[in-house]
């Protein structure tokens, strides 16, 4: 795996920054928006998917990384739940759903994946001694 410098280098954070404004979009184009309650808790989950990410890089350790990375998996959940709620009151289309859906699962997963090199990884972290992160 290359070298990771900052957290906007992480592939996983790029998507979800798009996650992010795939759900802005919707806001802004759909009935959702009109929903304050719905959109501030997406708003919020979604965001969460990316910080938890940045906020996990920036601890220079892998345990609290691969902590972190598990809040933003579990953010992903929250998400997509959200996106169910929104689909069943008709908040938004199929199509929006599905699109949206589709690259929450993709991260999801690619998080998932990444925790699992990071605990298999002998790179411990810049706080354990370990400049290889």
Do not use: P
Request: proline letters at 0%.
């Amino acid at each position: 795996m290359a070298k990771i410098d900052k957290f906007e280098d992480i592939e996983i954070w790029n998507k979800s920054r798009e996650i992010c404004s795939d759900i802005e979009y919707l806001f802004e184009n759909t009935n959702l928006g009109k929903r304050f309650s719905m959109k501030d808790q997406m708003d919020r989950s979604s965001g969460s998917i990316m910080d938890n990410i940045a906020e996990g890089f920036e601890r220079n350790g892998n345990r609290e990384f691969i902590n972190f990375l598990s809040y933003s998996k579990g953010s992903c959940g929250e998400l997509k739940s959200q996106l169910y709620r929104a689909l069943d009151k008709k908040l938004i289309s199929q199509i929006q759903f599905d699109e949206v859906s589709v690259k929450i699962e993709l991260v999801k997963n690619k998080i998932g994946a990444f925790m699992k090199y990071l605990n298999n990884s002998e790179i411990k972290g810049l706080k354990f001694g370990n400049n290889k992160q």
